[in-house]
């Protein structure tokens, strides 16, 4: 492994610290909900809400994100969500209201919905070609592993003190503890931060042309950094404006481009299929069919091991099969397994304790549900913020981010705080039906209208 690419992969492991603390605030409110109920005295709609807020704070963060990467830097970017990550943290954790909770989890909100389009579209910015596929897919497994150390670290944080609810550390209850915990990682985030360049791409849309090429030859070495340099100015606009949010309307027809409207497609379907019902509200989905909470903590751990794995194949085998047969995969997998978890629900019965109680497809329901968890992320999970990083061109890239991450965070916020809403007025077996038939509208979605990027350099994306 030469100098270059050794120097590439510390990039970009540096930049999916950013995934893996986005994967975390994700889930560590998986093992909170009960514990946020009891302190906020909330309802399911508050409660809903209170899980949900960061939600908003991830669409406006995601928005913003691709704007301002355009105006400061991809690198400055990141740096702020860092901070915003450390704040988050600590404050979820001392919130004494719900109102006071809501505010934090919109501040850790803004930083993973900035990390999530950024980090993505910074590695994607730095990575050859041969390779950019796995390079970007590590951002779906820094996701994974984020909410896997969540998932754990409330697992174990919640049987050290008994429960979730109870006194740990300091006199602290054990669910404050479990934000806390995302300190560590958030304060390495931004020391690692400091040790990693700007985006060549940016530079040369700012037209630091020696900053540009200084990086550049330290990424793929003299000769090879020069002819980027100037394949990169050459896929600018011709006028070498600036990029703006009305580089999105084509010129000649004056409407949104196409690409956009895939883009927004690609966002919305990652939601719509369910999958943050499992990350946000697994350990209440399974003690709501029967299991305790301290199973239903393992359970959680179990879906993440299995999130990994995924990660992992798809990690190793995209750059040589493509985005496209992924994603085909993943929603005809989910579509079936979700198919069956709505027919075990169905079948489910109240036992005496007025909870669902699976009977003999208990087992059947915990295969599906992991099935469903490993089809997703050897898809949908890692190949949407591939093709986002990688399939509008540099002239949009900011602005395309912008507006397909806000979409993505919106159809999240949508989906989660529905489901509590659902789960006690329709039921599960409803909610899942609604997220099969998403799963199979996004089949024909794929196969219709999303072209492969596999070895295309971004230059050459036409949008």
Known sequence: MNKEVFFIIFIACVATIGGFLFGFDSGVINGTVDGLRLAFNSDSVATGFNVASMLLGCAVGAFAAGRLADMFGRKNILLVSSVLFIISAWGSGISATSLEFIFYRIIGGLAVGAASVIAPA?????????????????????IISGL????????????????????????????????????????????????????????????????ASLVLKRLFGEQQGQEKLNEIQNSLAVDRHQPKFSDLIDKNTNKVRFIVWLGIGLATFQQLVGINVVFYYGAVLWQAVGFSESDALMINIISGAVSLLACFITLFFIDKVGRKPFLILGSVGMAITLTILVISFVNA??????????????TVALIAANAYVFFFNLSWGPVMWVMLAEMFPNQIRGSGLAVSGFAQWFANFTVTMTFPIMLSSVGLAVAYGAYSVCAFLSIVFVVKYIHETKGIELEDMTG
């Open 349 to 362: 019965e109240l036992d005496t304790q007025g909870r669902l109680s699976l009977g003999g497809l208990d």
């Open 148 to 211: 896997f150390a969540a998932f754990v670290s409330n697992y174990y944080l919640a049987d050290m003190a008994g429960s979730s609810v109870a006194k740990l550390w300091m006199g602290f209850d054990a669910w404050r503890w479990m934000f806390w915990i995302e300190l560590f990682p958030a304060i390495i985030f931004f020391i690692a931060l400091c040790f990693i360049p700007e985006s060549p791409r940016y530079l040369v849309m700012k037209q630091d042309l020696i900053k």
């Open 122 to 142: 910074y590695i994607s910015e730095i990575a050859p070609v041969k390779y950019r596929g796995m390079l970007t897919s590590i951002q779906q497994v820094a």
